[in-house]
């Protein structure tokens, strides 16, 4: 994978190519892929990349992509805004997305 894209949608289209085709979303339970009706707890998935995106202007904008494998084969991506996380949601779930520098 691609360390560097210029932008989030670049980086989502890159991503898309490569396999990581479910759209997945953040709940209180782990992540859940709408379109398949199937949630994953922390131990239920791999983070395998991630990337930062910072807006210029406003810190809004600030996101984080993460690519991601199931255990059961399904490939994916999270958007996330920084620290959008830290709310209601389990430690387990939390250090799964914890960023590592």
Same mark, same amino acid.
Request: hydrophobic share 35%; proline share 1%.
């Given at each position: 994978m691609?360390?560097? *894209? $210029?932008s %989030? $949608? +670049?980086? @989502?289209?890159?991503?898309k !190519?490569?396999? *990581?085709?479910?759209d997945l979303n953040?709940?209180?339970?782990? &992540?859940?892929?709408?379109? %398949? !009706?199937?949630?994953?707890?922390?131990?239920?998935?791999? =983070? +395998?990349?991630?990337?930062?995106?910072?807006?210029m202007t406003n810190?809004?904008?600030?996101? =984080?992509? *993460?690519? @991601?494998?199931?255990?059961?084969?399904? !490939?994916?991506? %999270? +958007?996330?805004?920084y620290g959008? *996380? /830290?709310?209601?949601i /389990? !430690?387990?779930? &939390?250090?799964?997305?914890? &960023? $590592?520098?």
């Amino acid at each position: 994978m691609n360390n560097m *894209y $210029s932008s %989030l $949608s +670049v980086a @989502i289209n890159e991503l898309k !190519k490569e396999g *990581y085709t479910e759209d997945l979303n953040l709940c209180g339970k782990g &992540i859940e892929n709408k379109k %398949l !009706k199937r949630m994953y707890a922390a131990k239920d998935f791999n =983070v +395998v990349q991630y990337f930062r995106f910072e807006g210029m202007t406003n810190p809004g904008d600030n996101a =984080v992509l *993460y690519a @991601i494998e199931t255990t059961d084969g399904d !490939k994916g991506l %999270l +958007v996330d805004a920084y620290g959008m *996380y /830290s709310g209601n949601i /389990s !430690k387990e779930l &939390i250090e799964k997305l914890k &960023i $590592s520098e």
